[in-house]
């Protein structure tokens, strides 16, 4: 165990570990994830590790109960991971900076959208011979 580790502990009058049942449970306040190195969670145990203290004001809402209860994208009702958005849309934000809907697949898509060309679907909605004339 660590200097910080030790004296964290001793500082919060958490040297003893509380047992219930035959799982130890994480000694951070409120947490009820079970404890699996030194009394912490991973998640805690890596907060006193890298901080040499808890940090709760640097962790994540892990409740749906968030601001946002789907994605902030139109249309889009799956469930928000980052800043509101889903992870594929957050992806979008993250690397263009935007959501780019003109980047998007559509799923089950199965003619090409020229008007009577029954190709199959090859790309970006057109048939193989439609998509490389454009």
């Known amino acids: ?4 580790m030790r004296t964290y502990r001793r500082e919060n009058g958490r040297d003893d570990l509380a047992k219930e049942g035959n799982a ?12 699996r190195t ?3 969670c991973p998640r805690h145990y890596q907060q006193v590790r890298r901080h040499g203290r808890l940090t709760p004001e640097l962790e994540y809402e ?3 109960s968030s601001a946002y209860s789907e994605c902030r994208a139109n249309g889009c009702q799956a469930g928000p991971v980052a800043k509101g958005y889903c992870p594929r849309h957050y992806q979008q934000v993250r690397r263009h900076g935007r959501l780019t809907p003109e980047r998007e697949r559509i799923y089950g898509r199965t003619a ?7 190709g199959k679907h090859f790309a970006q909605g057109y ?3 439609h998509y490389d004339v454009r």
């Open 127 to 129: 048939c193989k011979k």
């Open 112 to 118: 090409c959208q020229i008007d009577q060309c029954q």
């Open 1 to 4: 165990m660590s200097d910080a």
């Open 62 to 64: 892990t409740s749906r």
């Open 38 to 40: 030194v009394g912490y």
């Open 24 to 35: 130890l449970r994480c000694e951070a306040p409120s947490c009820e994830q079970v404890a």
